[in-house]
């Protein structure tokens, strides 16, 4: 299994990205899909997720601001990031919790990261 994230870039403050997140490979199914971000010298923490059939999660500094959406056919899940501001700065990992077999154990994967540079 593969995730492989896009969409990162420099923006202004007030500025917009959209990030999207593809996974490949043997699946089965896909129980969860979601962002995290990890800033300089900052662990890394949740920004959303949202799961099969379920509402979405988000970081409640991100709230207002990003929406998380996912295509279950194309098998993919999206970061609408509005309103960014510099604080914002870090680099985007998207993950996924993915069964491979009908009845088999879920793992988490996660994609390579993306970079999000807010500034002016």
């Known amino acids: 299994v593969q995730l492989q994230a896009s969409g990162g870039g420099l923006v202004q403050p007030g500025g917009s990205l959209r990030l999207s997140c593809v996974a490949s490979?043997?699946?089965?199914?896909?129980?969860?899909m979601g962002w995290y971000r990890q800033a300089p010298g900052k662990e890394r923490e949740l920004v959303g997720s949202i799961p099969s059939g379920g509402s979405t999660n988000y970081a409640d500094s991100v709230k207002g601001r990003f929406t998380i959406s996912r295509d279950y056919d194309k098998k993919t899940v999206y970061l609408q990031m509005n309103s960014l501001k510099p604080e914002d700065t870090a680099v985007y990992y998207c993950?996924?919790?993915?069964?491979?077999?009908?009845?088999?154990?879920?793992?988490?994967?996660w994609g390579q990261g993306t970079l999000v540079t807010v500034s002016s």
């Open positions: 490979g043997r699946i089965f199914s896909i129980n969860l």
């Open positions: 993950n996924a919790v993915i069964n491979q077999v009908l009845s088999g154990p879920s793992y988490k994967y």
